[in-house]
């Protein structure tokens, strides 16, 4: 699968969720397309994967600290600054009944996912706000973030949030240069493979978001903000996920 070019020379990308497996291939294809990267995960260990790449700095922490985000921004302002912050981190193996789910479990999923994306997105905007420029935000968001998962209502809260934030975003700032917009991706795996509940007869490789991300923080996506990408092969657009109930016909 040939990969799009794009041409970030001289940017500064900030990755969060950087060691997981649509996180890997986001900074590869930021550093590929010329841009330093930080690379952010609470995976100190799973961070190691870029030790050896050249742009690419690896930083853990869990984002959902305020300390932690600060930080994050006083690393940015040392090695040049930021033009594009791709919230990606995410708890996505919890999966509970709603009715089983207790506050504490609630409250973690909400705080990686979420509040982490709000920590890094106010002092990302804030940034280019006292510098007198624009900047672009792509948050990580889910066919979950407009239809609910079974046994996934905590993660989907989340993503329904992310693409609020970004709409908020794009509202309130789009005059001052700063985009906001989310990709939402599904059944992303590591190899693809036949999938017959996708349209497209397949799964969604890590890659494939990856471009999608850097095609909506290039200048070819000036006028996209607040907008949700759906990278899904078709999946939502699909009345029914299950192919065994095509044939039958609402009454």
């Known amino acids: 699968m040939s990969a799009v070019r794009f041409d970030f020379a001289g940017e500064r990308v900030l990755v969060t969720g950087a060691?997981?497996?649509?996180?890997?291939?986001?900074?590869?294809?930021?550093?590929?397309?010329?841009?330093?990267?930080?690379?952010?995960?609470?995976?100190?260990?799973?961070?190691?994967?870029?030790?050896?790449?050249?742009?690419?700095?690896?930083?853990?922490?869990?984002?959902?600290?305020?300390?932690?985000?600060?930080?994050?921004?006083?690393?940015?302002?040392?090695?040049g600054g930021l033009d594009v912050l791709v919230n990606n981190a995410a708890m996505t193996e919890l999966r509970t009944p709603f009715i089983d789910i207790d506050a504490e479990a609630w409250d973690?999923?909400?705080?990686?996912?979420?509040?982490?994306?709000?920590?890094?997105?106010?002092?990302?905007?804030?940034?280019?706000?006292?510098?007198?420029?624009?900047?672009?935000?792509?948050?990580?968001?889910?066919?979950?973030?407009s239809r609910a998962h079974d046994d996934q209502s905590a993660?989907?809260?989340?993503?329904?949030?992310?693409?609020?934030?970004?709409?908020?975003?794009?509202?309130?700032?789009?005059?001052?240069?700063?985009?906001?917009?989310?990709?939402?991706?599904?059944?992303?795996?590591?190899?693809?493979?036949?999938?017959?509940?996708?349209?497209?007869?397949r799964t969604t490789a890590p890659d494939e978001v990856a471009d999608a991300t850097l095609f909506l923080a290039s200048p070819a996506a000036a006028q996209f903000n607040g907008h949700v990408l759906r990278v899904d092969g078709g999946l939502h657009a699909r009345l029914r996920t299950d192919p065994s109930q095509e044939q039958q016909r609402d009454g």
């Open 19 to 79: 060691a997981g497996l649509i996180g890997r291939a986001l900074v590869h294809r930021f550093a590929d397309a010329g841009a330093g990267v930080l690379a952010v995960d609470v995976d100190r260990e799973g961070l190691k994967v870029f030790d050896a790449m050249p742009r690419v700095t690896a930083m853990p922490g869990d984002l959902a600290r305020e300390d932690v985000a600060d930080a994050v921004f006083d690393r940015l302002r040392r090695d």
């Open 108 to 145: 973690a999923i909400i705080a990686a996912n979420l509040r982490s994306a709000y920590l890094l997105s106010v002092r990302a905007a804030r940034y280019w706000r006292d510098n007198g420029r624009g900047g672009a935000i792509i948050n990580m968001s889910s066919p979950g973030g």
């Open 155 to 201: 993660y989907d809260v989340t993503k329904a949030g992310m693409e609020a934030l970004s709409r908020a975003i794009a509202v309130e700032l789009g005059g001052l240069g700063i985009r906001a917009n989310c990709v939402a991706p599904a059944s992303v795996v590591g190899e693809v493979r036949p999938a017959t509940d996708i349209p497209a007869g």
